[in-house]
């Protein structure tokens, strides 16, 4: 897999509403993820923390806008950054440029997940078992 090809396949329903292209660059595996995302001017990542799997960004192309708990930054090229578990590591991406930016996510697989999005007033848990239902687990709380 090349992390500059332009081909990114069928792509997943966004229930996020963020828009952006991926491509998984580790096929789903139960200890590691990694893919390679690309957000067009004006998309974004959904602000969010996991409760189980820490991340790590690195900027490929671009000048993507951070949001962390701390604030905003525009991150450089080549820069990474680690998103721990739990609040400290809540995070989001915007692309306030004109250009397209690129960057990989590459992180623990931790199953089942928890992820809260504070701005969606949102929890969702999810896993690649069946649940009960016989459906995939992904499930979506409200927080009122």
Do not use: C
Not at 3 to 13: K, L, N, S, T, Y
Not at 29 to 51: C, I, K, M
Not at 89 to 118: C, I, K, Q, S
Not at 122 to 134: D, E, H, N
């Amino acid at each position: 897999m090349n992390v500059f090809d332009d081909e990114w396949g069928e792509q997943p329903e966004d229930w996020s509403g963020g828009g952006g292209n991926s491509k998984r660059l580790v096929e789903r595996g139960p200890l590691l993820g990694a893919s390679v995302y690309e957000l067009g001017p004006g998309n974004f990542t959904v602000y969010h923390f996991h409760h189980g799997s820490e991340e790590l960004l690195i900027v490929l192309r671009g000048r993507p806008t951070l949001r962390t708990p701390e604030g905003e930054r525009q991150l450089a090229e080549g820069e990474s950054v680690h998103f721990p578990t739990g609040p400290d590591g809540t995070h989001a991406l915007r692309n306030d440029t004109d250009e397209p930016v690129r960057f990989v996510v590459a992180g623990t697989r931790v199953m089942p997940e928890v992820v809260e999005y504070p701005d969606l007033k949102q929890i969702t848990a999810q896993a690649p078992q069946r649940s009960q239902t016989g459906e995939r687990l992904w499930f979506v709380h409200d927080v009122t």
